[in-house]
Nanobody
Framework: VQLVESGGGLVQAGGSLRLSCSAS????????MAWYRQAPGKQRELVAR???????IYADSVKGRFTISRDNAKNTVDLQMNSLKPEDTAVYFC?????????WGQGTQVTVSS
């Protein structure tokens, strides 16, 4: 069982990135999934989640800028991030929403420069 996040990088404020989460041993479409992030010295926080039917819910800090989506055929969950801000800098992880699986991927680093 494995979760793999990709797509992070260094971007200037106002830029965009698209993160992708793939999984082996887990059928993502059978789970409410989420993207979390953890900045240095801070607790991990849930920034966006998508229900099994495809309804999306966002943290206030990213609402209107981030879009979570799933591709059931590819067994992936993506996070489109627009209008990035320096405060979005963090390691981003995907996992089951609210009650994560008992394992985490390595995450993908997003760094937004001002």
């Amino acid at each position: 069982v494995q979760l793999v996040e990709s797509g992070g990088g260094l971007v200037q404020a106002g830029g965009s990135l698209r993160l992708s989460c793939s999984a082996s041993g887990i059928i993502l479409r059978a789970n409410n999934m989420a993207w979390y992030r953890q900045a240095p010295g801070k607790q991990r926080e849930l920034v966006a989640r998508i229900t099994i039917p495809g309804n999306a819910i966002y943290a206030d800090s990213v609402k209107g800028r981030f879009t979570i989506s799933r591709d059931n055929a590819k067994n992936t969950v993506d996070l489109q991030m627009n209008s990035l801000k320096p405060e979005d800098t963090a390691v981003y992880f995907c996992n089951r929403a609210v009650v994560p699986f008992g394992y985490w991927g390595q995450g993908t680093q997003v760094t937004v420069s001002s």
